[in-house]
């Protein structure tokens, strides 16, 4: 069942309903997506990858409060920027899916999404399939001359029963990938960010909402500056931003 099917129910009087969501292949999107031809200058694509198991509501709801920031951020440094959403939970428990949005260039369409996002189980087991999530993530349509940038969001573990967060954190630099990560403490989610030019935040299942926000403003800002940083040292290269400006150890 798509995103937009199971959520017109719950939609509000007068509100737009959310952009096409599917979970099939890149095939399926690329008769969605915008026209290329509308971007213009320095770009960039971004792509949320979030936890929507039942302890994420409130990280969800502080996206949603502050993902204009990302946009107004965006804009400040004339960056042209698109917005896609992809959601997980445990692809183990019966029922949880892994599904996307569309990009799109409308910060409403986002929040509209974001409200209306599918919800998973996540089942009473530890780890999510956040994993299988970037691996969709990689698989959508972004402008071949934008800057590609991931933010993962969860407060779980990765199940590694059948993708590996080495090959992944691998598979993104290969992408010239500019990741972002909330989440545990685990080793391979602040080396996913670190090894890609991005930050690690440190999330919970017991993180307070105002810390929440306060994170989420921080990372709108940090993700619109080395995108930036990657056009004006890397000449929109993530690879040559990196090599001419390695992560800190």
């Given at each position: 069942?798509?995103?937009?099917?199971?959520?017109?129910?719950?939609?509000?009087?007068?509100?737009?309903?959310?952009?096409?969501?599917?979970?099939?292949?890149?095939?399926?999107?690329?008769?969605?997506?915008?026209?290329?031809?509308?971007?213009?200058?320095?770009?960039?694509?971004?792509?949320?990858?979030?936890?929507?198991?039942?302890?994420?509501?409130?990280?969800?709801?502080?996206?949603?409060?502050?993902?204009?920031?990302?946009?107004?951020?965006?804009?400040?440094?004339?960056?042209?920027?698109?917005?896609?959403?992809?959601?997980?939970?445990?692809?183990?428990?019966?029922?949880?899916?892994?599904?996307?949005?569309?990009?799109?260039?409308?910060?409403?369409?986002?929040?509209?999404?974001?409200?209306?996002?599918?919800?998973?189980?996540?089942?009473?087991?530890?780890g999510e399939s956040s994993l299988?999530?970037?691996?969709?993530?990689?698989?959508?349509?972004?402008?071949?001359?934008a800057v590609k940038t991931i933010?993962?969001?969860?407060?779980?573990?990765?199940?590694?029963?059948?993708?590996?967060?080495?090959?992944?954190?691998?598979?993104?630099?290969?992408?010239?990938?500019?990741?972002?990560?909330?989440?545990?403490?685990?080793?391979?989610?602040?080396?996913?960010?670190?090894?890609?030019?991005?930050?690690?935040?440190?999330?919970?299942?017991?993180?307070?909402?105002?810390?929440?926000?306060?994170?989420?403003?921080?990372?709108?800002?940090?993700?619109?500056?080395?995108?930036?940083?990657?056009?004006q040292v890397g000449d929109g290269?993530?690879?040559?931003?990196?090599?001419?400006?390695?992560?800190?150890?």
């Amino acid at each position: 069942m798509s995103w937009l099917k199971r959520l017109n129910i719950f939609a509000r009087p007068g509100e737009p309903p959310p952009p096409k969501i599917t979970s099939g292949h890149v095939d399926d999107l690329e008769i969605r997506r915008e026209s290329l031809g509308t971007a213009t200058g320095r770009g960039v694509d971004l792509v949320f990858v979030i936890d929507t198991t039942g302890s994420m509501s409130d990280k969800i709801e502080g996206l949603l409060e502050t993902c204009s920031r990302f946009a107004d951020d965006f804009n400040a440094l004339h960056l042209n920027h698109r917005i896609a959403i992809v959601s997980f939970g445990d692809l183990r428990v019966p029922g949880d899916k892994i599904q996307n949005t569309a990009f799109t260039s409308q910060v409403e369409v986002t929040k509209q999404s974001l409200r209306h996002i599918p919800r998973n189980s996540g089942g009473g087991n530890e780890g999510e399939s956040s994993l299988e999530a970037l691996a969709r993530a990689l698989s959508l349509p972004f402008r071949p001359d934008a800057v590609k940038t991931i933010v993962l969001i969860t407060d779980e573990p990765a199940d590694q029963h059948h993708l590996h967060a080495g090959d992944l954190i691998g598979r993104l630099t290969e992408r010239e990938m500019l990741v972002f990560v909330a989440s545990p403490p685990h080793d391979y989610f602040k080396q996913m960010a670190q090894r890609n030019g991005g930050k690690w935040y440190k999330i919970s299942a017991q993180t307070r909402f105002n810390d929440l926000l306060n994170l989420f403003r921080d990372l709108a800002r940090k993700v619109s500056q080395v995108v930036f940083d990657v056009y004006q040292v890397g000449d929109g290269s993530v690879a040559n931003y990196l090599r001419l400006k390695p992560p800190e150890k």
